[in-house]
């Protein structure tokens, strides 16, 4: 059974690779991609920036800074891939895990981290990147992106919207009715599934008896195995499903390939349920060295070009450290806003009270 | 003056098209809201005027029904979603919960979610089991939602459509024994804020404190007690969180008697939260302790003894009698 859901690459069509751990471009029959040496260096900026958000951040959460990280390590292509696919007027649903995706939507990573420090439980506006809030119950945010695509169909918008969600969410009955929902209204939304083969401890086998994409099948819409680890099979793939989709022909599920390399977050210790040769494995696959190798090979980059994005990396990471560090505290008071639009007296009252019993101690010279 | 008799459902119906005509956001969605026009009717005709891409018919799936609503509204639609029957909210209970009631707050003010879930609840109408609960405890007691109640016509043809123009998500609880109960209803009166409760009926002696299907029984039971000399102030809280502390502590400093009166068990109830209230504020004017007449700690029991568990003309008799002989 694990064999029949871990199929090799070459096995074929079915699962859908153009960048091969090698470097090398393969063409698919149903996923061409036309894209310039420009193109690709700006996938491996992406991938490389990502990538550094997410060990700068694993480092201030052991640094003491951060409460909680969810770590993307592996996952870079998968995110990058979906996240370029997007436009403007796309949607995204998240998870706790995508700032790949937040990246590539524009989101600025200063304000994720502030969920895990403690500082905000979010606090971005979805509005203003597409990117929407992220969800740490498993799976809601599927039929919130369901919804939102059916609003889109209401309104005549010409976005389409994109549900983050994994391997162990795929369990989740929200999942299943956002499948159904989907599938019934036709909506233009589509499923990615970043299966990155563990659920915290769980692997795949606990989640599924058959392969992730050939769900849809049952649900009526169609569903794609891409390699997650290849961001131009991501891209070519997540972009066909949103064409698909803004054309009014419905949702499709596109299940990514990939695997987790950290912790589920950084309070997890999967030395408890996995081998290392699997991680092993994986590192054979990494996202951001097959890229690196099929620009050196074509001469689409030069050294100097590498050496530009290492540098605006760790840009990026001070920035991201800094950013971090100045996140201030709110004020105790302001605990109380934003739970209603147009108020309560209940919260109003408390409020007072609240802001009374702190005032005492300021009145008592402590 | 637009005065016409309507049953509390029909009212309902008539309020909701009002809301679906004010606003071209407002979406209605449910299990068999659109052609059938719900189990208790409370949607019928609305489909057939404003089209199956506003009032839809959903798939089975609750959680589904109030997680699309989310989306819905992210994306500047109103949904009003219509949950069959008080029993079958918990399939969207983590929706409502987790994320209906959260979503403003997590998002620090971006995200308003104006929606409405209409649940008809409550017992007395011969159902089988998950048919006949009082659930109304759990949202009034999550931070992020509000909570009301019609028990009248008038009421119902009002407050449905305050509901649906809130930009707050509401838990709309209609008494579904009290469907075809009729009254007048002045459809062009200004109403009262939705956040008010009502002095159903005034009086010197008792204050009872109820609200939804009990407020009529309520009214009946002060009616009976008028024979004996006694003479019941009833309030219909209507609004069940936030809860309008005003006209509760108004009145029970006037009788120094007070009695809260729900469906639900009693046991850590909203019962038990205005019994809290009312001593912590009305201390010194108290007579007697608070009483709470209600449903038994047990799931709600089959219909031929349901009677001897909701709150009857007898047993709130009987605690007022207790109250006033304290």
Redesign the interface.
Known sequence: MTEALRPQPSEGPEFVQLLTPEGERVAHPDYDLEISDEEIRGLYRDLLMVRRIDTEATALQRQGELGLWASLLGQEAAQVGAGRALTASD?A?PTYREHGVAFCKGVDPVTLLGLFRGT????????QNGF??Y?I?IG?Q??????????????G?DGA?MAFFGDGASSQ??VN??F??AS?FNAPVVFFCQNNQWAISEPLEKQTRIPLYRRAQGFGFPGVRVDGNDVLAVLAVTRQALARAREGSGPTLVEAWTYRMGAHTTSDDPTRYRLAAELETWKLKDPIERVKAHLSRSGGADATFFAEVDTAADELAAHLRAGCLALPDPDPITLF??????G????DEEREQCAAYLASFAAAGH | MAARTLTLGKALNEGLRKALEADPKV?IMGEDVGRLGGVFRVTDGLQKDFGE?RVID??L?E??IV???????????RPVCEIQFDGFVF?AF??IV??VA???????????L?ITIRIPYGGGIGAVEHHSESPETYFAHT??L?VVTCSNPADAYSMIQQAVS???PIVFFEPKRRYWDKAEVDTDAAPAPL?TARVARAGTDVTVITYGPSVRTCLEAAAAAESEGRDIEVIDLRAL?????GAVVESVTKTQHAVVVAEAPVFASLSAEVAARISERCFYSLEAPVLRVGGYSTPYPTSRVEEDFLPDLDRILDAVDRSLAF
């Open positions: 949607f649903f905000s439980q979010g606090g971005w506006d979805p509005y929407g809030l969800t119950v809601s599927t039929l919130h992106a369901t919804g939102y695509a059916m609003g889109l169909q209401r309104d918008g919207a009955g929200d009715e956002a159904v929902w019934v806003d934003n739970v209603y639009a147009e309560s007296s209940l919260l | 979406l891409d959903t798939p799936a959680s589904g997680g699309t609503a989310v989306g819905l509204a992210i994306r500047g639609f399939p983590d929706q987790s994320q959260k979503m403003r707050y997590r998002s620090a003010g971006h995200v308003a104006p931070p992020g509000k809130c930009d707050d956040w969180s936030p809860i309008d502390w």
